[in-house]
């Protein structure tokens, strides 16, 4: 699905909305026109639909959203390359972080998309066909808008209106009237949306009922949520878990049968969403999905190696805690599935006796003798202390993930990978949560060995099956973390659970010591803070300044 956002009147309308928190404001309309002139053609309302499906290039793939999403959590610590400590490790978190001020803006702007779609769309001329299908869709993306925001910030502004011009005032709203809304767009939504899409990208009935069960999970409707998961799972829509877990991440197979919903990213990479001064003055620094350079160790810097496209650009922002590593089993695919363990020799520099092709790099989350070994050595006890702390936070194993060997330079930040929102493999552990919360362990067993079966190496399906009595809400948080990491769900995980804590307390020594209550939520901007003209009832968030 081409998703185009900075055109004509919609640059005017992204302004003012972006825009409408601070406090001078300069509108742009390169184009002259009017949402009365454009939304009014069903053509011009195509482009606002597109527009809204575009802000969620905003969240996934981008550093941003990797940060508040997958960080601050039980499974991630600070790389050398961290340039955001206060979100990753709590440390005088506050409104002035810049990820939490770029997604704030961007989600805010998607919901007000959405309104003017929704409360427009029966002057837009669609035909009889096109109409339900296109609000549901507009219904779907606030939904989904909203999540992430009321997650994130907890009750903050709460808006079904199109807002037009400069607005100087917020309120605040209860956690309960955005997750009536959730569920109200998304019912409407799963009734009218197309059971398939030719237009990859597009949201189906599947996707919906997929992120319905997601949402009745986090509002704790866990028989809603089962069912719903179920509804998926039962369906008939042809979804499966691809029987081998790594080749989920094979640029060449993203688009296969377990993805429900993704975020897709163009292959012309000037078709997403890099900042240009003249096409796109509103776009991202970095554009498209950069998830590959994330995750990366400093590898070039070791002997036998140069940056090349195959092993991709190392930011080295994120390592994963030693907690993460010891959660997979020798009997689990899913660790070689996820990470990056060794380094080939590429360089025409190398050590004496290694030859290209050689390993010149190994990183292992066992204790491994080196000595006598020709390659470079990165064990447990070279990069971990006895505690967890961390020696070494620049060379560790790597989540490979989203590495991408398809960019054309070895500097080249951009990515045409698309997200992964919601895989099959999700509506099962869904369900499993749900039985548990139900009081059945038995049929929340059964639904997670659906997803460790897949995940079991040959030979060792048995040893990875559970039982009812070994079940429980620490275990299926264990089993999402092998499943999703990385894949911008663990704080979410952690929070509907209430585990983020403990969790984070027990199992991240680099977090441990700053994390606090209070950090359930986010704080709000600072800028958003400081326009407000009724800073008496749109307050910062408690713990903040």
């Known amino acids: 699905m081409k998703q185009y956002i900075f055109k004509g009147l919609l640059l005017l309308s992204v302004i003012t909305l972006t825009a409408s928190c601070q406090k001078s404001l300069k509108e742009y309309n390169p184009s002259g026109m009017t949402a009365e002139s454009v939304f009014t053609t069903p053509e011009g309302f195509e482009t606002l639909v597109n527009a809204a499906y575009s802000y969620q290039r905003w969240w996934y ?18 790389g050398a390359g961290d340039v955001a400590t206060d979100l990753t490790q709590y440390i005088n978190l506050q409104g002035t972080n810049g990820a939490i001020t770029t997604e704030w803006q961007q989600l805010y702007a998607a919901v007000n998309l959405c309104n003017t779609g929704i409360n427009r769309i029966f002057g837009a001329g669609l035909s009889a066909t096109a109409r339900p299908i296109r609000e549901a869709e507009l219904r779907f993306l606030r939904a989904f808008y909203y999540w992430h925001i009321v997650e994130t910030w907890g009750g903050v502004h709460f808006s079904l209106a199109e807002t037009q011009g400069v607005i100087t005032t917020a309120n605040k709203t209860p956690v309960e009237t955005f997750n009536k809304q959730i569920i109200e767009d998304l019912l409407f939504a799963v009734e009218r949306l197309p059971v398939t899409t030719t237009d990859y990208g597009r949201v189906t009935k599947p996707a919906a009922q997929a992120f319905l069960a997601r949402m009745y999970l986090t509002q704790k409707k866990y028989t809603e949520a089962k069912a719903m998961a179920l509804a998926v799972i039962n369906g008939g829509y042809g979804f499966t878990l691809l029987p081998n877990y790594a080749d989920l991440w094979k640029m060449s197979n993203l688009k296969n049968k377990e993805v429900v919903y993704a975020v897709n990213y163009a292959v012309n990479l000037s078709l997403n969403d890099l900042s240009d001064p003249i096409l796109n003055p509103l776009g991202h620094s970095r554009g498209s999905n950069n998830g590959h350079m994330l995750f990366a160790m400093k590898y070039d810097d070791q002997p036998g190696m140069f940056r090349d496209i195959a092993n991709g650009r190392p930011f080295n922002r994120y390592m994963p805690t030693r907690f993460l590593l010891d959660l997979y089993s020798d009997n689990d695919a899913r660790y070689e599935g996820s990470f ?16 290209i092709g050689d390993t010149a790099v190994f990183a292992t989350k066992k204790v491994y003798a080196s000595i006598g070994k020709l390659y470079k050595v990165y064990d447990r006890n070279a990069v971990y202390n006895a505690n967890g702390t961390v020696k070494d936070q620049l060379h560790y194993v790597s989540l490979n993930k989203f590495d991408d060997p398809t960019r054309t330079s070895a500097n080249e930040a951009q990515s045409a990978r698309d997200s992964y929102v919601i895989r099959f493999s999700e509506l099962y552990l869904i369900a499993a949560e749900a039985e548990f919360n139900l009081g059945n362990p038995d049929q929340a067993a059964t639904y997670l060995n659906v997803v460790r079966t897949r995940a079991a190496k040959a030979g060792k399906v048995a040893e990875m099956q559970l039982t009812g009595s070994q079940v429980t809400l620490d275990l299926i948080l264990d089993e999402r973390a092998r499943e999703f990491a990385g894949e911008q769900l663990r704080w979410f995980d952690l929070k509907r659970t209430g585990k983020l804590i403990d969790r984070v307390k027990a199992n991240n020594p680099n977090a441990a010591g700053g994390i606090q209550d209070f950090h359930l939520v986010r704080p709000i901007p600072r800028t958003q803070v400081d326009a407000v003209t009724n800073k008496d009832e749109f307050k910062q968030n408690p713990g903040y300044q």
Request: aromatic residues 12%.
């Open 61 to 78: 793939g981008k550093e941003e959203g990797f940060g508040l999403s997958e960080m601050g959590t039980d499974i991630w610590m600070s």
């Open 340 to 355: 990056k363990t060794v380094w080939f020799a590429n360089s025409t520099s190398r050590p004496a006796g290694m030859a």
